[in-house]
């Protein structure tokens, strides 16, 4: 680990980045043209203080899923993303393998989706980033680790709390979907990838999984109408739109309502309610 070239590298990119390239107000008293610390740290989702020590040359070696989260912050090219993994004393991640990386031109995308849901997720159902819209309506999906952090794996290994966000009548189609999308995620990046464990724990822990595993299903499409259940508000039927990616590792997924639909009345509710949370919190 070269603690000297990762401080930085670090530093460096943090100045170039302006607020407005990730959606943020740069308010009327900011005395740097860049990013803050903290604002970093928001956006890699660890604290201000984890981050700072890196910057200070006095942090410990970041793992790997803390460098795919600052690589996704400072907005990374492949090139400074493979860059920043070598001087923390960890080899690049194989491009051609399954990687977090998410193209900076994506995440742009995002930041400027305020009004309505979105939110980016791997091929095998991680989601790894989210607007404020989002996790008013599904929670807040970033902050699981292993392979916990796959719905595929929460539809499966934990039904009783993970289906609460469907309809019962939508279990089954759901269900066979994410199936098919991991076997199209197995398909793609081999028996060595995440994908690969799931599937080889789903088979140890669910029949059901294993029915549809069965069935030979292979899609990665999503879904374009789809009913999701709030626990405040119930069921919003949401239209689904999808950009995914050239090499088809993650999609970013943006749910709107009919204008002057009850479910378009239920999102500008839960944009209130979310504010609301976090201005009490």
Request: hydrophobic share 40%.
């Amino acid at each position: 680990m070269d603690r000297d070239a990762l401080a930085d590298f670090l530093l460096r990119r943090r100045q170039e980045l302006k607020p407005a390239d990730l959606g943020l107000s740069a308010g009327p008293r900011r005395r740097t043209s860049g990013l803050r610390r903290e604002e970093v740290a928001m956006l890699a989702a660890m604290s201000t203080d984890y981050y700072a020590r890196l910057e200070q040359r006095r942090g410990p070696q970041p793992s790997v899923q803390m460098l795919a989260a600052l690589a996704r912050a400072l907005r990374l090219t492949p090139d400074e993303r493979d860059y920043l993994y070598r001087v923390s004393g960890h080899s690049a991640p194989d491009r051609a393998a399954f990687t977090d990386y998410l193209p900076p031109s994506l995440l742009r995308v995002l930041d400027r989706l305020h009004d309505t849901p979105a939110f980016v997720v791997s091929a095998i159902d991680e989601v790894l980033v989210q607007n404020d819209a989002s996790r008013a309506l599904i929670g807040d999906a970033t902050g699981r680790a292993g392979m916990e952090r796959s719905g595929i794996y929460r539809w499966f290994a934990h039904p009783e709390t993970e289906r609460a966000h469907y309809p019962v009548r939508d279990h089954e189609r759901q269900g066979r979907t994410l199936t098919a999308s991991l076997r199209a995620a197995l398909g793609a990046w081999g028996p060595t990838s995440r994908a690969a464990d799931i599937e080889k724990a789903l088979r140890a822990a669910s029949p059901e999984f294993v029915g549809y595993w069965e069935d030979h299903e292979v899609r990665r499409r999503f879904e374009d109408h789809k009913v999701l259940v709030h626990p405040e508000l119930g069921e919003i039927e949401v239209d689904c739109q999808a950009l995914i990616t050239p090499d088809e590792s993650c999609a970013l997924i943006v749910l709107t309502a009919a204008p002057g639909s009850e479910a378009a009345g239920k999102l500008d509710l839960l944009r209130v309610l979310g504010t609301q949370r976090v201005g009490s919190a």
